[in-house]
């Protein structure tokens, strides 16, 4: 089974659209690691688009969070707040956001939007307990510690 991984589209239809024209062939079922939304227009277009794909399984991210009034967007930067207060006016599915989980295995990685709410890079310290593929800081990347490894998608 192919399973096809991807994070953070953030409303972006024409790139959601290339993304499954260039894996519908290919893949056999998705995972959605969460920020569908907030930043773009297009917050229903996408979640529409993501929960018709097979074997679909959507994880909440830190803006899936916002959008449902979880986390306050009082406490991001001004930048998130404008894209927020413009992108939040193109929203009504909260039906599709709603109940998400948090994390999914494959194998021997665990799933999710991000480790413990932080931004993961490279050059940052780090001893995962598990194997992890994650998303939330737009950055794709590997990194090995620990005997251990993350892929950011």
């Not at 917050?43 to 803006?63: A, T, V």
């Not at 207060?85 to 665990?110: A, E, P």
Request: glycine share 6%; proline share 4%; hydrophobic share 40%.
């Amino acid at each position: 089974m192919i399973i096809a991984i991807f994070s953070d589209v953030h409303a972006n239809l024409p790139a959601l659209e290339k993304f499954v024209t260039v894996t519908e062939d290919i893949a056999d079922a998705y995972i959605c690691l969460g920020d569908v939304v907030n930043y773009g227009p297009w917050n229903d277009e996408c979640l529409e688009i993501i929960h018709s794909l097979p074997g679909i399984i959507m994880l909440e991210g830190n803006h899936e969070k916002l959008f449902l009034g979880v986390d306050t967007v009082a406490d991001e930067i001004p930048l998130v707040q404008d894209f927020y207060y413009h992108s939040i006016k193109y929203f009504s599915r909260k039906d599709l956001i709603l109940n998400l989980v948090t994390s999914s295995r494959i194998g021997s990685f665990n799933c999710s939007h991000t480790i413990d709410n932080r931004k993961i890079h490279p050059d940052r310290a780090i001893e995962p307990a598990q194997n992890y593929i994650i998303g939330h800081t737009h950055h794709q990347d590997r990194i090995c510690s620990s005997g251990r490894v993350i892929v950011n998608c």
